[in-house]
């Protein structure tokens, strides 16, 4: 039976924002393993990614890991204004990595963590391989998980239904679809969808593609803007006053202005919304929001309206009646939204190379009939809807676990865990989460200037908690354990206590660009 090794903290994640908390504990003198069973140390699901044509959603000046270097990576680019490949920016992180593991302070474990348990005031997290890891604080980085299989999807689809894009199989479907040429049905019309068409399309498919969500909405393209910041203090409260806020603002000053001033604000915002006022943003604006908010690169907008235009792009409106296996293929229903489609407007902007988009609804097309009205035939069908959007039903062996033995607990919106207003998960001592995890209470939390905020702030908040102990042994003359803590934690001020925005403060003053860091960011969950 292999040993238990005993360590201050275990990391589980081994993507951005487990990479981000593990080395901003090397800094802090502070001892770490990062445990990641998926093969992507260092990486996570967005930027592992071996494809050129998958580019990063915002500029390399925004992308910096390190909250007090914001050039960081733009220097690596030597590019800050451009949209740099995410297998480049996933080499970064390893590189960021690397560093931490060879500081001596970060222990990576390429393994999977299926249980996690309270033991005599640690964590012990139990290994698929049969060892184990007891450590004083643990911390949940897993990062957004595969999304959940669709209910109009029949188990005779086989493999010609891809519930996870960002797998082995999906892969090999593109190459199959590549090679025939045959129809593709993409469910959802957010940022996975866009990554799933640059995929085929760089594999050199030609055959058409179908893109369908209830509303037909898809990520809004970059160009350039004046930015227009406000202050706290001249947003209004309520969800109704804020919408009508935002609408009047973006005719004064337009709307990727009037978007991106609410960015510095956007925790207090959402916090300040009422649980029913949370709900109906998430059923009702949501999908509006995503598509302003979380933008793509003009290069890439310009590639999907191109496909728009020569016929091989279709993005839809309605929803999925059935789908059946027919001959070899998969049979869809589709039910369209309203008639006529309204195509989207775009033209080169005089001023600059940046695509400027209208703001009409954007879909194109409807799927033509095939052996009965609103019946497609598609080779494949990709679920492109995003990210698992409920948590009670995560599939992730060791979060499944502690959920069923009430270690953590959903949100009051079902989305991620309960956290407080320092990241500790409820229910139980010495526990934190990052990232998605805590988009119930945060909302923003996907992008890497808000989680590389919020490593930050575990990081010290960690540093608090373990370093008091550590000063108390040595005065006490006790064994300290060799790899517990050593040094001082940097200073810092106190820690608040249970506040709205709890997080680092963001400057936004300088640059204005929307933070979306391409990661699994696409809560698009149209199409069911």
């Not at 490949?85 to 060879?102: K, N, V």
């Not at 033991?119 to 999304?147: F, K, S, Y």
């Not at 609804?361 to 598609?378: D, N, V």
Request: proline share 7%; aromatic share 6%.
């Amino acid at each position: 039976m292999k040993s238990d090794r005993r360590v201050p903290v275990a990391i589980v994640g081994g993507g951005f924002s487990g990479t981000m908390l593990a080395a901003q504990l090397a800094r802090r003198g502070i001892t770490s393993v990062l445990i990641e069973g998926g093969g992507r140390l260092g990486h996570g699901i967005a930027f592992s990614t071996d494809e050129p044509a998958h580019v990063l959603n915002v500029r390399s000046e925004s992308m910096s890991a390190w909250p007090d270097d914001p050039d960081h990576f733009a220097r690596e680019t030597g590019d800050p204004r451009g949209f740099a490949q995410r297998r480049h920016f996933g080499r970064y992180l390893r590189s960021i990595l690397d560093e931490a593991i060879a500081s001596g302070r970060v222990e990576p474990i390429a393994d999977m963590a299926v249980a996690a348990v309270r033991e005599a005031g640690d964590w012990r997290i139990d290994l698929e391989d049969g060892g184990g890891v007891v450590a004083r604080a643990l911390v949940l980085a897993i990062g957004n998980q595969p999304p959940e299989p669709l209910n109009a999807v029949p188990a005779a689809a086989g493999e010609r239904f891809i519930n996870n894009p960002w797998g082995g199989g999906a892969r090999a479907a593109v190459r199959e679809a590549a090679a025939s040429g045959g129809e593709v049905l993409l469910i959802g019309t957010g940022l996975t969808m866009i990554d799933t068409v640059l995929s085929l399309a760089a594999a050199g498919h030609r055959g058409r593609i179908v893109a369908l969500s209830r509303r037909g909405q898809i990520p809004k393209a970059h160009a350039e803007f004046a930015a227009a910041p406000v202050e706290a203090g001249e947003l209004p409260e309520g969800l109704l006053e804020l919408w009508r806020w935002l609408r009047r603002r973006s005719g004064e000053v337009g709307w990727r202005a009037a978007v991106d001033s609410l960015r510095p604000h956007s925790h207090a915002l959402w916090q300040g919304l009422s649980l029913a006022e949370q709900r109906r943003f998430l059923r009702h604006a949501r999908p509006w929001w995503d598509a302003h908010r979380h933008r793509i690169a003009p290069e890439v907008a310009r590639q999907i309206v191109d496909m728009v235009a020569g016929g091989r792009l279709d993005i839809v409106a309605g929803r999925i009646v059935g789908i059946r296996e027919i001959e070899g293929a998969l049979g869809v229903e589709i039910r369209r939204r309203g008639w006529p489609l309204t195509p989207l407007s775009c033209a080169e902007s005089p001023s600059s190379s940046a695509l400027r988009c209208s703001d009409v609804p954007q879909t194109f097309g409807a799927p033509r009939p095939s052996g009965g009205e609103g019946l497609g035939r598609f080779e494949f069908v990709f679920n492109c809807t995003g990210p698992l959007g409920a948590i009670g039903r995560s599939r992730d062996p060791m979060l499944r676990r502690m959920l069923d033995d009430g270690l953590v607990r959903p949100d009051r919106l079902g989305i991620g865990l309960e956290v407080d207003g320092r990241s500790r998960a409820a229910g139980a001592a010495n526990l934190w989460a990052l990232g998605p995890l805590t988009k119930g209470r945060y909302w923003e939390i996907v992008a890497v200037p808000d989680i590389r905020g919020q490593a930050a702030a575990v990081a010290d908040d960690i540093a608090s908690l373990l370093q008091p102990a550590v000063r108390a042994m040595r005065e006490h003359k006790s064994n300290l354990p060799p790899d517990l803590v050593e040094g001082e934690p940097p200073a810092r001020e106190a820690l608040p206590g249970e506040t709205l925005n709890p997080l680092p403060e963001k400057d936004y003053t300088q640059k204005q660009q929307p933070f979306c860091d391409g990661e699994e960011n696409d809560p698009e969950i149209d199409g069911r």
